[in-house]
């Protein structure tokens, strides 16, 4: 069965940085859409970033110019680099592959 693993979240303070990493248990070359979800509690899971195969990126508002998508084929993982931080990213982060199943995600806590 194919699987998400995700990683690197942490407890970081406001205006931290943190770098998640999603790897696929199989070949991502062909998956056309990945990105990253997150959900903070009580709250609905929301589309953070995604990239396609020819590497276009979408950010939702709230964190453009402070997150960047990217992946790496080779190594069938998908990355979010976070900077400055703020207290309304704490969620748990979850990637997405090509509508594989959900991994267990990583939790991400910023304090004030």
């Known amino acids: 069965q194919v699987q998400l693993v995700e990683s690197g979240g942490g407890l970081v303070q406001a205006g931290g940085s943190l770098r998640l990493s999603c790897v696929v248990s199989?070949?991502?070359?062909?998956?056309?859409?990945m990105g990253w979800y997150r959900q903070a509690p009580g709250k609905q899971r929301e589309l953070v970033a995604s990239?396609?195969?020819?590497?276009?990126?979408n950010y939702v508002d709230s964190v453009k110019g402070r997150c960047t998508i990217s992946r790496d084929n080779s190594r069938n993982t998908v990355y979010l680099q976070m900077n400055s931080l703020k207290p309304e990213d704490t969620a748990v982060y979850y990637c997405?592959?090509?509508?594989?199943?959900w991994g267990r995600g990583t939790q991400v806590t910023v304090s004030s």
């Open positions: 997405t592959a090509g509508g594989l199943p």
């Open positions: 199989r070949n991502i070359i062909s998956i056309i859409f």
């Open positions: 990239i396609g195969t020819n590497g276009r990126t």
